[in-house]
Structures are given as structure tokens and as C-alpha cells.
């Protein structure tokens, strides 16, 4: 982008001196990168404050790195719904991206001029399904490189059909095109390499990307890069891209491209170190393979949204790993290793001596057997997934077959267990197919990475450690900045360690106060409240029809598809996100679960399954428990007042004749009044919370759920911890004997129980489970329960479930009583589920001291006399107890696997998600 350049005092009500020119050239400056042996890296970032998203720009581009700049847009600008984006912004509303589409141009031309140019070129990201609103925008300020594609932002991130995807990216495509009359260099990024961001085995995301690159072609472009997510294995990803560089080589000889890595886009480490040893590899891997640009990842990626100055470290740890890797004996010690040739149709992907695992062979097969459906590559495309030609593995868009199915074996390489209707079948190694992964073995994949790098980390803390001597500044007269930004190609002798010193542009925060251009569409006097955004989530995407088709790689014959088969659970696990129905909320983003409608949800074999071992586990409780002395009762569904201690979720209120009553949160007021009539009690409680909306994307709860609620007069917590563990130990067992056919029909490995059906369940300490997560990197408060992250973090690194025991005082309802051995800490506990799957039970001693439980409720903020009918029975003398309550829908997941608590109940009701 031509213009001067702005110091930090410059506010952005400037407007530019002359009209902005088109910012060209990314492919360009990407090459001119790698021919001064050079990796770009590049960050995700998006504020929807102009000040802020300029300040992230300028840090950027003053990392001590060679990087681009990423302006990533909300989610409102890519789902097209512009007014609530005006909206938003008028309001003062938070945004998870930054609205390109709805602050003016020249506010935007204002925030790129202070900071872009030929020597730092900027890429709008964006995940939209129809991206030409987005492409009009990004034009009309200057720029010219974006990302996306037909297929990537449609299939895994939304309902669009996909022939509409195809027709309009067709669209977008034409138009980003068009920029080159007038002397632009348009760039666009396929992001078909990271379908589904993990488990989707290299063959897939290599055929897809290529495709995608081939479809932009056909639009007219002539700059791409073709993208690839690191997966869970060096080698295999090392194979893969080495494909990849060829391939593109061969298809698209008379277009600039190179080859862009993602960083690892499942479920990432949550340790600091796990996740500074995870980029490193990423970095050498693009060294290794030759990839051209890398998007980093932070190590706050598995916690919450990254702060600028921890995407700046991830961009400098990046560089510094890529720079020792490329100066390694193991390289040669050369800068440009595996770069060839930096002119057109070059990826800069050579030949590495990779070994050849069949990958190549199924992405051949794969591309040649879409191009033989049709010349124009967008029918192809809708006609390659309509036939099972094209299936990516656990993706619930309506156009994909949804039969392919893959595994992760130990030594994290990615295998087809079933290939369903592509034309791949015995092309990749010999040897069976793994079978089918069940809901549990399907968490165990998607967490292999996380586990394997925070063990690493654990094992040998200093290896995350960047070597500060890794990366030497250089001279700026010999930067490779003067080079990069010039245009000329020049080699760096072997060996030379460093980082590219661009020219540095001041950073300075922009002061509160600063003033925006007149043009914003935030009205005069609104005062702006910048938030950090969410990572955005990309929705879905289009393209269609029309031009000549590259020559296709050997083809092989396409056979016709295969009836379709039952598949096994046609559920998805929430990390994937995928088939998620995205709500704004005022600063988030919030994935609502893909919930079916009645009939399919009814009929489908999955939940018929779940909902048998649901039933076998409630029948085995009431046979055990009417064995123990039990008596069952009825609860009530409403009441003058509920329990108080449902965190984050509130209450629903009823107009009882003219009274405010309560829909029941829990029944646990009821359980201890009901110890009047019967020393023994138990009930099947339903019970309504309206959880918050984060909540919906958690896959562990629901609005309206239900539970095994036991109460014991005269019992301890020891009683009560024993009393659980003999009573999930004989539920668990009773189902796995008695229904083997639903067991199979869901893939539930029942091995997965072997040490849950041992009993003896181990009991931490909340102080002690605080100090291990603290020890994981996760910041748990000492003072509150363990948080949803943290719970799941503990559970999934046992094989058994077990208890946490010793909440601090304040943390749980008034009801639980406090020790009197230890001041401060509750007698009190909860039950955790192996394998990731959370909480199943909480429960306690009750206290029954009149005085202790007025005390304990002021303390928490409740006032009594709301509870005058409870508590007049406990001055006349209720009995003390403790009793605890099992969620029945998180037992049957557990039990049965599912990837999320709404399939183990025939009418769900989710946070924010209306449903019969």
C-alpha cells in the first residue's frame, strides 16, 4: 500500500493524503521471503476497534520475525448480517473480529496506512460462506490477499448448501480477479489442507486444497497458496506437504503459489511448554518441507484468546525454531533448503527423500476422479460430494456422504478405518484397517496431541526453552528486509542464524481518547469499549460453475457409490465444532449443539441405544437401592425456592395462584425434609436450569436434565463416597452385561471400564487438585469449584473415575456442612468421570444446626426468610444426613460414550437452542 507512514501519535481521524493504491503483492513478498531463506510467519488477529487492530498490526510488524499482518473479521461481517454488525458497533457492543464491511473505508484505509506496505502486506481472514460483501470491502480499502474456499468454509463450518457455496465463491473468486486490471497482484489462500482442523488423514485436506487452488484458477487468479494443517505426525506431515509442493508444481504450472502450514488446529497442549514445543515443531517442519508461511499458534490457545504481545512471542518463537532448523547439519545448514526456483508455479516445495506411505497415491486418486465429473470444477465438486467421491471423516454438513471414518494410531499417524465410496480403497499401506473409532476412543484421538506435548514438556521443561542465540539480529544494511522489500533475490550465506530486521514502525497504544474518522459508524459520543475477540469460528462458504480445466493428474476410473450404510455415531464431538449453529452473544461467540429434529434424534440407532442403557442403569439403581433399605419417593417440580448453589445458571419463575414459585434446580431442600418420614430416600428428579449460553458448547449440559438424588439420616460423607462408588461400580456393571448389542452398536469400547469395575475410586483433595492443575499451566482459583476446563483436564489423564473431596467454604451451597477439624473446608465432594468426560455426581454432609445454616446464608448472600418453611423444619428437628445426586444424563455418556450429554435425553433442551 503506497502512502507515509504514521508515527504513533497519529490518530486515526486522519484521512489519507492521496487515494489509497492497492496493497499488491503478498505472493510476491511470500517468494521474495523464501528465496533470502527466510520463513514468513504470520498471526491470527482481529479487533473490531480500528486503534486496537491498528496497534496489533504495527506489533506485528515490528516482531522480530519476517511476518504478514492478519486482519480476521466477526462473525456478524461473515455471515453477511451487516445491520447487526452496525448495531454492535453503535452500541459499543464487543466483537470477535474486526467489521470490515461496516466501519467505513476510510477509517480502515487510516489503520492499514500507519502501518502496511510493500515490506508488510496484509491478509484478510474470514471463514464466510458467501464472501463477496467481504471481497467488495477488502478492495475498496487497498487490499487484495484473503483466504478461504468453496469447500473448507462450507462443509465442516455450516448448513450452507454447498451448491450455493460453490456459486458464491464463484462470485468472490471474479471479483478478487478483476483487482488485477488495475495493477493489483490478487492473492487468495485455499484453507481446504486444515478440513476439520485434526483427525482428517493428509490424502483428504491434499485434494481439497489442490481443487480449491484449481477453482480459484479457473475464476481467474494467479496467485494462491495452498495451505495444510500440522497434523499429529512429523513424518506423515512431512510426506504430506512434500506431495503437496509436487502436485501444485504439476496442476498449477503457469500460477504464482506456495505452500502455507498451519500450526496444529485440534485441541492444543495447555501447558506453556507443551504449546512452545508443539510451534517449534510446526516451524520445522515448514523448514523441513519447505512451506513457505506458517500460522503460529499462542500458548494461551488451549485457555482463552491470545493477547497481542503472546501472538508477537509465538511469532518470534516461530522464527527462532525455523531459523536453528534451517542452519541444523540435519538441513545442511543452508538457509534455503528444499527451495527451489522462486518464479511462477513454484511452491518452493522440493523433493525431500521422504519415505512414501501411499499418501501421493490417494490424493492422485482422489483429484483425478473429481476432475473426470466435470470440465467446470465447482459442478465437479457438487458432484464429487453427492456421490461419496469426496467424504471427510466426522463432518455433518448435509451435502458430505458421512461414511468416511478415520483413526489415529499410537505413533500419531492418521489411517482410513473406512473409506466409503472414494476411489482410495487399497491404495495407501497394506496391512487391516483400524477399526471404526467409538465416542471414547474418538476423545482419546482428538486429545492425543494435547497429551503427548504436555507430557513432553513435563518430562524435559527446558526443551520449550527458545535458544536465545537462534535468532541474531542483522545489520539493517544487510537485513533481508532490504531484500525482501526491493524485490531482489539474494542468497544468505550457509549457516547464517537469524531473523529479518524490518524497519520498525513506533508502537505506541493509541489513548483512550483517540478520535475515529467521522465516516465510523459508531455515532458521535459513543464511548468505544475494546474487548479482546474470540478466535472466530468460520462459518460456511460457496462457489459454482464455468472456464477450462488445468490438465488433471492420472486419473483413475470413478466407480459408482456404494449404497449408503448406517455410520456410527452420527454425533460430533463439541472440540470439533462442527455442525454448530453460531449465536452472538454481546462478546462471544457461542457454538450452539447441532441438535437434529424429534423424528431423526428419536429414530436414529444411536440414541435408541443410549436411551436402552439409560434405562438399564436407572433400573439397576432402583434394584440396588430398594436392596440397601431404600425407600423411592416422588419429588416436587415446584416450590417457593430451589437451590441457590447452581453456578452461572438461573432460575425459572412460575406464577403459582398470584405466588412467585420456583421451577426445582434440585431437589436437595426436598430430599433433606422428606428424612422426616424415612431414614432412606432416593428419587428421580427433573430438574430445569437455564445455564449460561457458553454452556452449549460445552457437550456436558442441559436446560433440563435429571437426577438420582440419595439422601442418608445419621450418614457421613465416608458413607455417602462409599455408597456412590458401590452403586455406579453396579449400575456400570449390570448394563455392560446385560446389553453387549448396544454396547457394539454404539463402539463403546467396554474394556474402557475395567478399573472403574475394581471400585476403590482414588479421592484428591480440591487443594490438591488445584496445585496439579496449577502444575498443568491451567490458573484454577483456590477459592471456587474447579472450573468446566479444569475438570475436564483432570479427567481426561485418569482411567478410573474419582473423587475431589475439601471444597473451601463459600464455594458450594449452605447446606454442606463445614468441618469442624478444618475451619474453611466443607465435608463435602464430587465425582469425576475418566476419560474427559467431567463431573457425574456431587454431594455432601448436610448440616442441620439452625443457627449455622441463617449464618452460612447470610454469608452467601441469601436472605432467610425465603426459606421459612425449610427452615422451621429444621428448628423442629431435621434430621442430619448426607446424600448426594448423579446426573443421568452425564452417567449414560459416560457409560455409553456419546460425544455430548444432549444425546442421552429423547428431548434435549440446550442453552440458547429452542426445541419441542
Known sequence: MSGSRGGAGDGLAARPDTPALPASGFGAFVARARAAGALVVQPRMGMADPLRMRDGLRATRNADAVTVGTITLDSYTRTGDLAAARRALAEGAGLNGYPIATHSADTTRTVLRS??????????????AVPEHIVRALLAVGLDATEGGPVSYCLPYSRTPLREAVAGWRRGCELLASAAEFGAEPHLETFGGCLMGQLCPPSLLIAVSVLEALFFRQHGLRAVSLSYAQQADPSQDEEALTVLGRLARELLPDVEHHVVLYAYMGVFPRTPGGATLLLQDAARLAVRAGA??????????????????????????????????RASPATGGVPGTHVGDTGVGDTGVGDTGVGDTGIEAEARALIGAVLELDADIGRALIRAFAGGYLDVPYCLHPDNAGRARSSLAPDGRLHWSNVGSMPIAGLAEGGPRPPILGSAGLLSALSHVQRTYDARAAAAPDAARPDAGAVARVDAGASVWADVGAGAETRIPPGTLRTAVRPRTPVTPSPPGTPVPPSTALPPGTPRTPRTPRTPLPPGTPLPPGTPRTPPSPRVPVRPAAPHGRTTPH????????????????????????????GRHLTAPTTRSALRIQHHLLLAARGFLREQGFTELLPPIIGPVTDPGSRGSKQVDVDFYGHRYKLMTSAILYKQASLLAFDKIFCIAPNVRLEPLETAGTSRHLAEFHQLDVEMAGATRDDAVRLVEELVVHMVGSAISELPKEFAELGRDVDAFTELLKGSFARIRHAEAVAELRGLGHPQSRDAELDWDGEALLSAQRDRPFFVTDYPKGSRGFYDRESPEQPGLLC??????????GELCSGSRRTNDYAEIVTRMRETGENPQKYRWYLDLVREGVPGSAGFGIGVERLTRYVAGLDAVWQASAFPKVAGVVSP
Open 115 to 128: 502501518v502496511a506496505d510493500g515490506r508488510f502486506p496484509v491478509q484478510v481472514r474470514h471463514g464466510s
Open 292 to 325: 513457505a508461511r506458517l500460522i503460529v499458534k499462542t500458548t494461551a490457545e488451549a485457555h482463552r484468546i491470545p493477547t497481542v504481545g503472546e501472538n508477537v512471542r509465538a511469532l518470534e518463537t516461530a522464527a527462532a525454531a525455523a531459523a536453528a532448523e
Open 828 to 837: 463435602n465432594f464430587d465425582l469425576i468421570a475418566a476419560e474427559g468426560y
Open 571 to 598: 454425533d460430533v464431538h463439541a472440540t470439533t465444532r462442527v455442525g454448530t449453529r453460531h449465536t452472538m452473544t454481546t462478546d462471544r461467540l457461542t457454538a450452539a449443539a447441532p441438535i437434529p429434529d424429534p
